[in-house]
C-alpha cells in the first residue's frame, strides 16, 4: 500500500541552525501540506501546496519556514534559523485529486532544538 | 475563528466496553468533520468522517454531529485492545484549488484494557 514517507525520524539541532525535513508523498497525488505537533499541544495546520506554489500558510508560516518540491518525488521544510519553540514533531501529508481527497500522513519528524 | 475542544482523558476502558469521544467546535459554517486515530510514533490516519449533520456507521465505529450545539462524538461498540490509540477530531476547510487544511482537537488518549 502506497505511503508517505519522513526523513529523518529525528533531528537533533542546535538553535540558530538550518534544517531541512523531507518527505515523499505517495506518488500520483497533488496536493501536499506539514503540519506540526508541539508535544502535549494539537496538530496545526502549517502550509498546503499545490502547482508549484503555496495555496495556504497559518500565521506560524512565516519567514523562517519555506517549503519546496525540488524534483517529482520529494517535498521539503526548510527552517531557516531554528528556534527553541520550533521544537516538535513535524508531519508531511499529501492528498490526491478534489474527488478523493483523503490526507495521508507520514510517520513524522521529531526535531530537537537545543 | 477556528476552534475545536476536545477532552484529552486519558480514557481507560475494559475490553468490550462501549467507548464515546467528543469535541465542540466554535464555527457553526463549518461542514465536514473528520476522526482521526493516532498510534504512537504513527501520523495520523483518517478513521471516518461525516457531512453537515447526523449519523455515519462503519462497523465497529459511529460518527455524529449535533450541528446545533455544535458537537461532534465519536462512538466505538465492543472496544478491543488494538482501539487503544489517540483519537482526533477534526475540521476540514477548504483552502482553494481543492486542497483545505485541518483543524485539529488535542486528541484523546484511549487505553482499552484486556
Known amino acids: 500500500e502506497p505511503e508517505v514517507t519522513q526523513t529523518p525520524s529525528h533531528q537533533v539541532t542546535q538553535m540558530g541552525q538550518e534544517v531541512i525535513l523531507r518527505c515523499v508523498p505517495i506518488?500520483?497525488?497533488?496536493?501536499f501540506y506539514w503540519y506540526r505537533q508541539i508535544l502535549g499541544q494539537k496538530v496545526e495546520f502549517l502550509v498546503s501546496f499545490y502547482n508549484n506554489e503555496i495555496s495556504e500558510k497559518s500565521e506560524i508560516f512565516d519567514d523562517q519556514f519555506s517549503v519546496e518540491r525540488p524534483d517529482g518525488s520529494n517535498f521539503t521544510l526548510k527552517i531557516r534559523s531554528t528556534k527553541l519553540e520550533d521544537s516538535a514533531m513535524y508531519f508531511c501529508a499529501s492528498s490526491g485529486t478534489e474527488t478523493n481527497n483523503e490526507q495521508f500522513f507520514g510517520p513524522g519528524t521529531r526535531l530537537t532544538v537545543l | 475563528q477556528k476552534e475545536v475542544e476536545q477532552d484529552p482523558g486519558p480514557l481507560s476502558v475494559p475490553e468490550g466496553a462501549i467507548v464515546s469521544l467528543n469535541c465542540t467546535y466554535s464555527?457553526?459554517?463549518?461542514?465536514?468533520f473528520m476522526w482521526y486515530r493516532q498510534y504512537s510514533r504513527k501520523g495520523p490516519e483518517l478513521l471516518m468522517y461525516?457531512?453537515?449533520?447526523g449519523n455515519k456507521e462503519d462497523g465497529r465505529f459511529t460518527a455524529q454531529v449535533d450541528k446545533s450545539s455544535k458537537y461532534i462524538s465519536l462512538f466505538i461498540r465492543d472496544s478491543q485492545p488494538s482501539d487503544s490509540a489517540t483519537y482526533l477530531c477534526a475540521i476540514k476547510t477548504y483552502s482553494g484549488a481543492g486542497s483545505y487544511q485541518l483543524t485539529f482537537g488535542k486528541g484523546t488518549k484511549l487505553s482499552v484494557i484486556p
Open positions: 506518488s500520483n497525488h497533488l496536493y
Open positions: 464555527n457553526s459554517a463549518f461542514q465536514y
Open positions: 461525516t457531512y453537515s449533520s
